[in-house]
């Protein structure tokens, strides 16, 4: 796949490579909040048939980019498919989230566990990928991801969205052996299914954990950071001549920057209770950075998103090596005006600053 990449900031600011505008994309840019979303949804019948049918997966992927000027496609699928094609059995019932009809309840369902191959039982998204490529043709480039084993591994235990964390934090306590080699087997599937994703067409790659935030610092360290660094290791890091770049994002992670920059990463994701020029201070001249507007910022109205935005814009500073996003995802209630005054303020109000190397 070799076609020409005609709007690359994305890629040069995750290598902290000077730029025009300063790139922006959302977590969560397709879904719910768009009317175009919840039609081809209805029509798919489910979220899982939206995953599972490329040309469905290709259409949510391309919906937010044919209403604003986004530097980045995202692929539409799920964390959860790989435990998924791991037999777990996942299902999105409306309005209880997902929900694993087999999940690791015991000794014998975590020696059970197993690497699904990504071209037979994940097919279907390396099949989008290389749909998405193609009906991209070059425009922005596409960001393949996956979930942290530690996140993973918190809805494969719990078998679905938790409060409490009781029966993962209870196996961590209790059990942290079994864990481990529960999180070595995710781990190993999550490597083989970015790898494969970055084969089909994934021109960068990010790394969602989510739930790394509620640990300990020491059993962040221990169940969450060291697997990340371990698939960082065994990543493709250059297809079709072009450095793969790998974002880390762990939510409610702002203690651990330069824990998380010291994996090899290219890009640390932040949330918003991190500032962002304390972040550049403590971890920027070892990666990018990529965030942190609070996505509740998308409920008020345009000047004050835009005055929100500024914000963001003015900590990070001067120079390369940002990449905007919101903290977390754009949430389902958000008016989709709301999120086009966020992408036009990026790019106007990036637009007349230094962008030169590094400081
Ligand atoms: O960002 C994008 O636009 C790409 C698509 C994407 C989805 N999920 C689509 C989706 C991505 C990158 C994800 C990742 C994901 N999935 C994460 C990590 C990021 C994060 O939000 O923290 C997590 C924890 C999941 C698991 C998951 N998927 C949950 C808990 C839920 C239910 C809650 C919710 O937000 O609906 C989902 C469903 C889901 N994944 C939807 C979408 C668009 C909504 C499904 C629907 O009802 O149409």
Redesign the pocket.
């Known amino acids: 796949m070799n076609d020409t990449l005609h709007n690359d900031r994305l890629l040069r600011a995750l290598l902290r490579q000077p730029v025009d505008v300063t790139p922006v994309w959302l977590?969560?840019?397709?879904?719910?909040y768009l009317p175009e979303y919840r039609a081809t949804?209805a029509r798919a019948g489910s979220?899982m048939a939206l995953c599972q049918t490329p040309d469905w997966a290709c259409e949510v992927t391309l919906q937010p980019l044919a209403r604003f000027p986004l530097d980045a496609a995202?692929?539409?699928?799920?964390?959860?498919t790989v435990p998924d094609a791991m037999g777990l059995g996942l299902t999105?019932s409306e309005g209880e989230?997902?929900q694993f009809a087999c999940p690791v309840r015991s000794v014998a369902d975590i020696h059970r566990l197993f690497v699904p191959d990504p071209e037979t039982a994940l097919r279907y998204v390396m099949d989008a990928v290389r749909l998405i490529r193609r009906e991209l043709a070059g425009r922005v480039p596409l960001i393949g991801?996956a979930?942290s084993p530690w996140?993973l591994a918190t809805y494969m235990v719990e078998g679905g969205?938790s409060k409490d964390y009781a029966r993962i934090k209870g196996l961590l306590y209790d059990q942290p052996g079994l864990l481990h080699r529960m999180l070595e087997v995710t781990a190993q599937a999550v490597t083989l299914y970015l790898n494969a994703q970055i084969a089909a067409g994934a021109q960068a790659i990010m790394i969602?954990d989510?739930w790394g935030g509620i640990l300990t610092p020491r059993a962040y360290q221990e169940f969450s950071l060291a697997y990340l660094a371990r698939i960082v290791d065994g990543l493709t890091r250059v297809a079709d001549n072009r450095r793969v770049p790998i974002i880390l994002f762990t939510?409610g992670g702002g203690a651990w920057l330069e824990a998380i920059a010291a994996t090899g990463c290219d890009a640390v994701g932040v949330d918003w209770t991190v500032d962002l020029s304390e972040a550049r201070r403590r971890v920027g001249a070892q990666v990018a950075l990529q965030g942190n507007l609070d996505p509740a910022v998308l409920y008020a109205a345009p000047e004050r998103i835009r005055a929100q935005v500024a914000q963001v814009l003015a900590d990070f500073g001067p120079g390369a090596g940002h990449v905007f996003n919101l903290g977390?995802?754009v949430q389902p209630g958000v008016e989709p005006e709301r999120v086009g005054a966020l992408v036009a303020a990026v790019h106007e109000l990036s637009a007349s600053r230094p962008t030169g190397d590094g400081v």
């Open positions: 977590m969560r840019q397709a879904g719910r949804r979220f995202i692929l539409f699928s799920d964390i959860l999105f989230g997902p991801f979930g996140t969205s969602f989510t939510k977390h995802g």
